[in-house]
């Protein structure tokens, strides 16, 4: 290589990795969470918190549980939210089989005999609300290895009813893979 290239190179490599070591989480993408009742306005969610589950139930299903939270978090279990935080978990399951790959996953309710769709649920504190189906996640990324990463994009949207209001999720995420996991069949 000649020193001419060597310093373009190095020229390059520096300002692309100088960009990404400076972003911070304003600098992020933020996750637009609309949700009559739940907020009186659309709340963008920049996720201090971004964790992926993937856990098998063999012969039943697979789920992918992506966590999205303007809090701490911890990985695989339950901790109530601050009155101020939100959360955004969405469960993407599928048959039992091969594992979730990069595509899109509509967001249809699970049925009984083939396990597939898509839970949305959304807290504010301590109210929560399970989105009703609509939309699509897009994977793009699935790396189901040891600290591998989930990226994707959400477009959850319900038009709503007269008895129940419209809500959308809609933004691009970043998770950690924090669990690999199976359990029993219920």
């Not at 939270?69 to 695989?76: E, F, I, L, M």
Request: hydrophobic share 40%; charged share 25%.
């Amino acid at each position: 290589m000649t020193q001419s290239f060597r310093r373009a190179l190095a020229g390059v490599l520096f300002a692309t990795f100088g960009a990404v070591a400076c972003e911070d989480a304003t600098s992020r993408d933020a996750i637009v969470i609309k949700s009559t009742g739940l907020f009186d306005e659309p709340v963008r969610l920049v996720p201090r918190t971004a964790l992926a589950e993937y856990v098998e139930v063999p012969s039943h299903k697979n789920e992918l549980i992506i966590s999205l939270a303007s809090d701490d978090v911890p990985c695989g279990r339950f901790v109530a939210a601050d009155a101020d935080s939100t959360r955004v978990i969405v469960s993407i399951v599928t048959p039992p089989g091969p594992t979730p790959a990069v595509g899109r996953y509509e967001a249809t309710s699970l049925g009984e005999s083939a396990p597939r769709g898509i839970v949305t649920t959304l807290r504010h504190g301590p109210k929560s609300r399970v989105l009703p189906p609509g939309g699509y996640v897009e994977l793009r990324r699935v790396d189901l290895s040891r600290g591998g990463r989930v990226e994707g994009i959400l477009e959850l949207e319900f038009a709503g009813t007269a008895e129940v209001p419209p809500a959308s999720v809609r933004g691009r995420f970043e998770a950690r893979l924090c669990r690999l996991g199976r359990r029993s069949a219920p």
